[in-house]
């Protein structure tokens, strides 16, 4: 009769085991699961993060100072070169933030860049350094330094991730560019 018994109590010890082992299972796949979607939700983020800085990129690699309000628009962003836009950035009108004249002491002469800014450059002799006195002029030069400032937002149509970046921008323009 005891062996009868022995054979119940193995029975159940064995279930029970079976239940606690696969409730382990359960824990384990449910943290694998949370995981995944904490990962893909940073995933979103970041690529919506790429998005923002992608279509800020696209603005100011163009003339966007001839005029600012154009800018203003839904950029598309194809963030895995697929051919295909993944995302839609909003961009908002570019704002000019400062307006600064260049000095010609600011200026290098050597300088390819600066040759247009400084205020004698079609002369041979720029009169800029004397190289017997080493002074060099500090008056206006052809130039100005501008500092803007653009904004992008994406937002993922499909997680709801949202990400808004700005950039500032300097560079220089013509002397007499209005800042708006």
């Known amino acids: 009769m005891d062996s009868y018994r022995q054979r119940g109590a193995t029975l159940v ?3 029970v085991m079976l239940v606690v ?3 382990l299972v359960l824990s384990a796949i449910r943290s694998g699961n949370v995981n995944m979607r904490i ?5 979103a983020q ?9 279509a800020i990129e696209e603005v100011i690699s163009t003339n966007f100072t001839a005029d600012p309000s154009a800018v203003s628009a839904v950029i598309a962003v194809d963030i895995n070169n697929d051919g295909e836009a993944d995302y839609d950035a909003n961009i908002t009108t570019p704002v000019c933030k400062a307006n600064l004249a260049v000095t010609n002491a600011n200026l290098d002469p050597a300088n390819p ?9 079609a002369a041979r002799d720029t009169g800029l350094r004397d190289m017997r006195k080493a002074a060099v002029v500090t008056g ?4 100005y330094q501008q500092e803007w400032e653009v904004r992008a937002q994406v937002t993922d149509d499909r997680t709801g991730a949202t990400a808004a970046s700005r950039q500032g921008v300097s560079l220089r323009v013509p002397a007499g560019t209005v800042c708006p």
């Open 13 to 15: 010890v064995g279930l």
């Open 21 to 23: 082992l696969t409730l």
């Open 39 to 43: 990962v893909g939700n940073m995933q």
């Open 46 to 54: 970041e690529e919506t993060a790429n998005a923002s800085v992608q």
């Open 113 to 121: 860049a600066d040759a247009s800014c400084i205020s004698s450059a």
């Open 140 to 143: 206006q030069s052809w130039c």
